[in-house]
């Protein structure tokens, strides 16, 4: 399975106060990308459903104001970290089916190994990225603005489709193949972010991908 890139580590206040006094400005987008790297690794504390603007400037040790100069909101910085998470599990999974539209004749055993490799992906992605994994669960938006989740929700649907074509060679012999294709796909998508919500709500303890393969191995 293709190796999964986490965002890079926050930058260390440490780091900063050794630093020589006349430090370099920031590249064009460097400070952007600091501040989602020091949102996403606040998101893996205890306790950090909701985090203040005032916090993670105090993290990055800069003013709220130098914070929006960058984001014209704190919706629009969580919007960068789905952003993350949309480009590369979607990146991944079209190099799992081999193209953007799936090839609805391959044969089922192909189908079944891609939606498994598909869950697994994803389920990896939220093991080496703890605080995004409440960015995709919910827990981090709860107190945000409503498209947010409403985004998260599509990055789901999206999954569950994309899990839906890669198994309708598998029931084809059945009498209602897209219903059992259906079926079969919401349990692996429900199944998934399951894992991902006991993940997150054992404060990342219990690893997504345990007992992966005899799982799946029941599901599919």
């Known amino acids: 399975m293709s190796e999964l890139s986490p965002l890079p580590e926050p930058v260390s206040t440490d780091d900063a106060e050794a630093a020589p006094a006349a430090r370099k400005r920031p590249k064009p987008g460097e400070r952007r990308v600091q501040i989602l790297q020091a949102l996403a690794a606040m998101l893996e504390q205890p306790g950090a459903e909701r985090i203040t603007t005032a916090a993670l400037a105090a993290r990055l040790s800069v003013s709220e104001a130098a914070l929006y100069r960058h984001f014209a909101s704190k919706a629009q910085m969580f919007e960068g970290l789905i952003d993350f998470i949309e480009q590369t599990v979607f990146t991944l999974v079209t190099q799992i089916t081999g193209r953007e539209v799936l090839d609805t004749e391959q044969p089922p055993e192909v189908g079944a190994r891609q939606a498994a490799r598909i869950v697994g992906l994803l389920l990896q992605f939220g093991e080496r990225n703890p605080g995004m994994v409440r960015v995709m669960v ?41 219903v059992d294709a259906q079926v079969a796909a919401s349990v692996l998508t429900a199944f998934a972010v399951g894992r991902l919500q006991r993940y997150a709500r054992s404060g990342f303890r219990r690893l997504p991908s345990e007992h992966l393969e005899a799982s799946l191995a029941l599901i599919l």
């Open 138 to 178: 919910g827990d981090a938006l709860v107190f945000e603005h409503e498209r947010l989740q409403q985004r998260m929700n599509q990055f789901f649907d999206r999954i569950e489709s994309t899990l839906r074509q890669c198994l309708r060679p598998t029931t084809a012999g059945s009498s209602t193949p897209t």
